[in-house]
């Protein structure tokens, strides 16, 4: 199993090659090996993870349930943990919570389980690929009919500038990962 996850670190590292985002390789490769760890230990669940979150964002964070917010209490840094390993407060402590993980750019986990408004998916589909399209699916490039937390994660890429997004897909189990509205990696 851990020479899948190799592997699959190996085509993430090669999809973000060319990255216009600034945030260190080493700090998404991290974080995805952090996802990809989950998806080996845990089966249908849904994940969407921002990383690069800035404190000047905070207009579009709500809290609907801020017993969810554990990391707001409890921080965790991506880079000072090992993927696959168990803490009281870790990222697998989240995957029954709606909402999204939010990763500073220091590898600080500083939320979760929030919601993220206000994007307005449809305005930031017609910046990155304008023309006619069936729905936003088409238009942001998915390979097949995703929902609202993969094009609020696609549309946080672009609108939340410098940031690297993941998501989980609960009823597939597809990854992507997101920059400046793009999809630069899907499994």
């Not at 993430?12 to 989950?38: C, F, N, T, W, Y």
């Not at 390993?85 to 220091?106: H, P, Q």
Request: overall charge positive; some cysteine; glycine content about 6%.
């Amino acid at each position: 199993m851990e020479c899948k996850i190799v592997n699959h670190l190996r085509e993430i590292a090669q999809d973000l090659d060319g990255s216009k985002v600034a945030l260190p390789l080493a700090m998404k490769l991290r974080a995805a090996e952090l996802v990809l760890h989950l998806m080996v230990r845990r089966k249908n669940f849904g994940l969407f993870v921002i990383l690069g979150w800035m404190r000047k964002w905070h207009r579009y964070l709500d809290r609907p349930d801020s017993e969810q917010d554990i990391f707001a209490r409890h921080r965790l840094n991506i880079m000072d943990t090992k993927p696959g390993e168990r803490r009281r407060y870790d990222v697998s402590a989240t995957v029954n919570f709606d909402g999204a993980i939010l990763i500073d750019r220091r590898g600080s986990v500083v939320h979760s389980g929030v919601l993220i408004e206000g994007l307005r998916p449809r305005l930031v589909a017609e910046q990155v690929n304008p023309g006619r399209f069936s729905d936003l699916s088409e238009q942001f490039g998915f390979e097949t009919k995703v929902h609202a937390r993969h094009l609020t994660a696609i549309a946080s890429s672009y609108v939340f500038k410098g940031t690297t997004v993941f998501t989980v897909s609960e009823e597939t189990g597809a990854f992507h990962v997101f920059e400046s509205g793009v999809i630069m990696h899907h499994h």
